[in-house]
């Protein structure tokens, strides 16, 4: 890691000049990293909240984007190349960076940063806040994705026709998609632009991994090599490989990082990961969490003691969605 005083920063934007942004936010660390199609591509010094307003840990879509924007908690503070990450007044903008945290919840950047990190960004990218430092693990391949069973080519059913299902792609036509699996409700949620379009019950064997990894997918490798002709079976799908981001603080035992994604462990219907895999894009992130799912989260009490994973989904615009604080 590049050493770094208070204000610096490096960008290396030409390692991955294509495919999907994941930011990991560590405290501690008091640094941004920021990886595009698997590869770290920009580190930053950052101040994040002071004793009495500590910056939230989660893992939050970006919800806003404004090159120009006022605070109206703060005095109107100036807040450049703003990035929302909560309505209630979380966001990572340009401002002072002392080396220490120093803000009241936001992530401050350096300007230079901050405006680069603008124009890299979308709505919808993940940014990940956590308490410890991260190092990505190795490529990976998440086979319970696949609809249909990899050693028969058949379409894979479930073990309850009546688990609870649904794909309204509609709701989010546009816009980087995430997909969010919590292993302990037994649900995947699939989110495109911060909106729900769809969601599936999820059938789990055995003990799976603790604490949360999020993942962004990196490559859609061709058709396996399989031999289909006559059979009357479906074509083999392409393989999705998938670079992992541990998430900081919530570190598995060696080697558990991996289990989540074993077929034989995780299994959601075939048609339904039909349905994901032809909506999945470059854009498109992985989040598995062993945390309970919450579309619209409680007040979670500041400070790093509260360790609970946040999934925010932000309201769609309506004549009642009260005024973002920020």
């Not at 919800?63 to 908690?73: A, D, G, I, K």
């Not at 124009?119 to 940014?127: E, L, P, T």
């Not at 302990?184 to 495109?192: E, I, K």
């Not at 981001?245 to 994604?261: E, F, N, R």
Request: with cysteine.
């Amino acid at each position: 890691m590049p050493v770094l005083k208070p204000g610096e920063y490096r960008w290396w934007p030409e390692l991955a000049p294509e495919g999907p942004v994941v930011m990991v936010i560590s405290l501690p660390e008091q640094r941004i990293h920021v990886y595009r199609n698997g590869l770290r591509i920009g580190v930053s010094t950052v101040s994040t909240g002071k004793r009495g307003f500590e910056t939230r840990t989660g893992v939050f879509p970006i919800l806003e984007r404004q090159t120009e924007h006022f605070s109206n908690l703060y005095d109107s503070a100036p807040m450049p190349f703003m990035l929302r990450l909560t309505w209630s007044g979380t966001a990572l903008h340009a401002g002072k960076v002392p080396g220490y945290p120093a803000s009241h919840g936001c992530i401050r950047l350096p300007a230079a940063f901050a405006e680069k990190l603008f124009h890299a960004s979308r709505r919808g990218v993940i940014v990940v806040i956590a308490d410890a430092a991260s190092q990505p693990p190795e490529v990976i391949s998440p086979a319970w994705l696949t609809p249909v069973d990899t050693a028969t080519g058949a379409l894979r059913g479930t073990a309850d026709d009546a688990l609870a299902e649904s794909w309204m792609p509609e709701r989010s036509p546009e816009g980087p998609l995430t997909a969010v699996l919590s292993t302990r409700d037994r649900m995947l949620v699939v989110l495109r632009n911060g909106i729900e379009i769809g969601h599936a019950a999820a059938v789990i064997t055995g003990e799976p991994a603790k604490g949360t990894q999020v993942y962004s997918l990196r490559a859609v490798v061709g058709e396996e090599a399989r031999m289909t002709a006559g059979t009357g079976l479906p074509d083999p799908p392409p393989t999705l490989y998938w670079r992992a981001i541990a998430m900081p603080g919530k570190t598995p035992a060696p080697g558990a990082g991996q289990a989540p994604l074993r077929g034989g462990q995780i299994r959601v219907s075939g048609t339904f990961a039909q349905q994901l895999q032809a909506a999945l894009s470059a854009d498109s992130s992985l989040m598995i969490t062993d945390e309970a799912l919450r579309h619209v989260p409680p007040a979670v009490p500041a400070g790093p003691s509260s360790n609970a994973t946040t999934v925010t989904t932000p309201p769609p615009p309506a004549p009642q969605t009260p005024p973002a604080k920020l």
